[in-house]
């Protein structure tokens, strides 16, 4: 497991575990996760930071990123990263958390409607947070559909 750790990755656990500090995630985080999650966050959030602020470089990007400074928060990955790579059992507990942390996710669930009258096409689109879409398009046709 430890192998399949990428900068990415760490990159989204940081972004999660300290997106409290950036002013335009601050609301949005008790909008997308459940209370449970919001803890969970939190969770995670101060076992990184225990781990990380005994590395004076890694304290130097955890003081910036609870700053609000975001551009730290790809030295803070990197720094994250190393660690996870060099010990497996903080990778797996750090997975872990991160993982009952998107258990708690709230999902929209919300409905499309769309009402085509007389020959025409309609489409609509969602797209999510994690960048996921749905798009979906309805022909509707009174009597013999037109040709061609």
Do not use: W
């Not at 609000?68 to 872990?96: H, I, S, W």
């Not at 879409?133 to 040709?147: E, I, K, L, V």
């Amino acid at each position: 497991m430890v192998s399949l750790i990428t900068l990415a990755a760490a990159e989204a656990i940081a972004k999660v575990a300290f997106g409290k500090f950036f002013e335009s995630s601050v609301g949005k985080l008790g909008e997308k996760f459940t209370e449970t999650g919001l803890k969970k966050i939190d969770e995670l959030y101060q076992t990184i930071r225990k781990r990380l602020s005994g590395n004076p470089g890694a304290k130097d990007a955890l003081t910036d990123v609870e700053q609000g400074n975001q551009e730290a928060l790809q030295r803070l990955a990197v720094y994250l990263l190393d660690v996870m790579k060099a010990d497996g059992n903080f990778a797996t507990d750090v997975q872990k958390i991160a993982d009952e942390i998107n258990i708690h996710r709230v999902e929209d669930n919300s409905q499309l409607t769309q009402i085509n009258k007389d020959h025409s096409t309609g489409y609509q689109t969602k797209t999510g947070d994690n960048n996921t879409n749905q798009f979906g398009n309805t022909n509707h046709y009174y009597g013999t559909p037109p040709q061609g």
